[in-house]
């Protein structure tokens, strides 16, 4: 019998993974503040079930998966959303004045007008 472990870090479909854009964006942030990193949540909340959540870590939890995005970018994601954000890419758009963080979820089966909210 063999034993394998699962590593969310080295299999790709359930990386949780940021642009280029994404990542300036945060690093800018992450430089006023004394935070560890970025913590990328789910609240059920909006028209279609769910709402991502985006948080300052100031203190690691252990129910957080670790992705080490670049040298001084590390995103946590609490295991129990995983399911729901495995596969995600994180980016930051500019649209004329207005600037937004947007997740390309491949989970999300529907989302809504505003495009705040998902469904799994």
Do not use: W
Not at 3 to 15: G, L, Q
């Amino acid at each position: 019998m063999t034993i394998e472990t699962f590593d969310p870090n080295t299999a790709p479909e359930h990386k949780v993974t940021m642009t280029d854009a994404a990542i300036q964006h945060l690093q800018k942030l992450l430089a006023n503040s004394n935070a560890q990193g970025v913590r990328l949540g789910v609240k059920k909340s909006g028209c279609s079930g769910f709402k991502y959540d985006i948080e300052f870590v100031n203190e690691i939890s252990d129910e957080d998966t670790r992705f080490q995005i670049n040298d001084d970018i590390a995103l946590y994601v609490p295991t129990e959303f995983l399911p729901m954000v495995s596969g995600t890419e994180v980016d930051f758009t500019t649209e004329g004045l207005n600037s937004t963080i947007k997740f390309n979820n491949p989970n999300a089966k529907d989302l809504c007008g505003c495009g705040e909210s998902f469904s799994v």
